[in-house]
């Protein structure tokens, strides 16, 4: 594995390059950009499991931390900005063409959960990438507008957000809060038992994913550009690409079995598949090796035949 550093703008973009076991840098290979989850980074699902897998089978992946995130750079921190996000898979590209091992017209695209919703966003306008896969993919800026799930909770969103800015602007410290709680006992405390959220504090809270490029840390005042967010409009017209999409059967709060189902039904693609994980919630398809396998079979094939 290789630690690298490519440019988003005037922005620095993490990343670890992971290579064939018999990698030799004189021939051509196919590679994958994989994006990681919202709030997450890439020693986590996108990188250690997905991207490491998908390298042990014969490409070259990338993967790498979101701008203001994790290892990236960009300030404010701990901004969750889709515009910057999408970009970041842009600049991905820009970075493997540069690569004389890397062959240009075999690059695809892999997103997994939040990271999912961008990648598509992406591969719309970057038809560089000519095969996109998703894992359990969320359309972050519906879960941002559904909110607590009542009618008005994106305009209560963004006035409390218009008030923080507010704030900021006069002086005031900046708000950070956080994606979930911070612990198993917290989450408990709160009553919250939506087994996406249960699942979600137990991989990124606990030993089981925890990972100092994930703080759990998130900027309030940036949150509006989200709530504005749809990473599947214009499916119906621009993403034309080979499509694989895999989901877990089992639903939760964050939506992606929905959202799998929506973009299926929506995109362009005259080649495109859904997989239904059987007995898998979302986050079972991060790092469960029996349901990980089964996506990773599946993604095999796919990149295989497109790439």
């Known amino acids: 594995m290789e630690t690298i550093r490519f440019a988003n703008r005037n922005l620095e973009v993490a990343a670890d390059l992971r290579f064939p076991a018999d990698f030799d840098p004189a021939k051509k290979y196919p590679a994958i950009v994989c994006g990681h989850p919202i709030s997450s980074c890439k020693e986590q699902t996108s990188g250690s499991i997905y991207g490491e897998r998908l390298a042990e089978i014969g490409y070259v992946t990338l993967a790498f931390d979101a701008s203001y995130q994790g290892a990236s750079s960009g300030e404010p921190r701990f901004l969750e900005d889709p515009a910057t996000r999408v970009e970041d898979f842009k600049c991905a590209v820009d970075h493997l063409v540069t690569l004389p091992y890397v062959d240009e017209e075999r690059i695809g695209v892999l997103g997994i959960c939040g990271g999912g919703g961008y990648a598509v966003n992406a591969a719309m306008t970057e038809h560089r990438f000519k095969a996109v896969g998703t894992v359990v993919a969320a359309n972050y800026g519906r879960l941002m507008r559904e909110g607590d799930f009542s009618p008005k909770a994106a305009i209560a969103t963004l006035e409390a957000i218009g008030k923080q800015r507010t704030a900021e602007a006069r002086g005031g410290e900046p708000a950070i809060t956080t994606y979930i709680p911070m612990t198993v006992a917290e989450r408990e405390q709160a009553g919250l038992t939506d087994v996406d959220i249960v699942n979600a504090v137990e991989y990124y809270r606990t030993d089981r994913g925890q ?73 079972d398809l991060y ?9 990773l079979e599946r993604l095999q094939a796919f990149y295989a035949e497109h790439l």
């Open 211 to 283: 990972s100092a490029g994930a703080p759990n840390q998130l900027r309030f005042s940036g949150l509006s550009a989200a709530v504005g967010f749809d990473a599947f409009h214009l499916t119906e017209h621009l993403l034309t690409q080979p499509l694989q999409i895999i989901v877990g059967d089992v639903p939760g709060a964050f939506g992606s079995y929905r959202d799998g189902f929506e973009l299926y039904g929506r995109a362009a693609s005259a080649d495109k598949n859904l997989l239904v994980v059987p007995g898998a919630s979302h986050y």
């Open 287 to 295: 790092d469960r090796k029996e349901y990980v396998d089964q996506a």
